[in-house]
C-alpha cells in the first residue's frame, strides 16, 4: 500500500521560508507519477498548490506563483514544496498527494505569523 509523509511544516514568519517534504514508499515506479501539493484552510476544500508531472513539468495555483517552487528526486522517491515569501494567509495544513488516487499524506501544519 502506497504510504506518503510529510514533514517539514511549522511556524513560518511573513516573508520568510519553509521547505516541506513528502517521502513516498511501496511505489517502485516513483518516477512514472504526478505528484502534488494541497492545503486546506479551515472550513474548505483541500486545493491545489503545485503539482509536478512524471516528466518534471510544474504547474501552480495562482495564489503561490512566483512564490512556491515544487520539484521531485525520483531517486528518493520524494516530492518537495519550497516556500518562499510566507504570508500570514498562507496558513493552513498541507497535503501530500499521489495524483490520480486516494492517496494522500496525513498532513503538516504551516502557519504563519509573526
Known amino acids: 500500500q502506497v504510504q506518503l509523509a510529510e514533514s517539514g511544516g511549522g511556524l513560518g514568519q511573513p516573508g520568510g521560508s519553509l521547505r516541506l517534504s513528502c517521502a513516498a514508499s511501496?511505489?517502485?515506479?516513483?518516477?512514472?507519477?504526478?505528484m502534488g501539493w494541497y492545503r486546506q484552510f479551515p472550513g474548505k476544500e483541500r486545493e491545489l498548490v503545485a503539482r509536478?508531472?512524471?516528466?518534471?513539468?510544474?504547474n501552480s495555483g495562482d495564489s503561490v506563483q512566483g512564490r512556491f517552487t515544487i520539484s521531485r528526486d525520483n531517486a528518493k522517491a520524494s516530492v518537495f514544496l519550497q516556500m518562499n515569501n510566507l504570508n500570514p494567509e498562507d496558513t493552513a495544513v498541507y497535503y501530500c498527494h499521489l495524483e490520480n488516487s486516494d492517496y494522500w499524506g496525513q498532513g503538516t501544519q504551516v502557519t504563519v505569523s509573526s
Open positions: 511501496e511505489m517502485p515506479l516513483f518516477n512514472l507519477y504526478a
Open positions: 509536478i508531472l512524471d516528466q518534471g513539468i510544474t
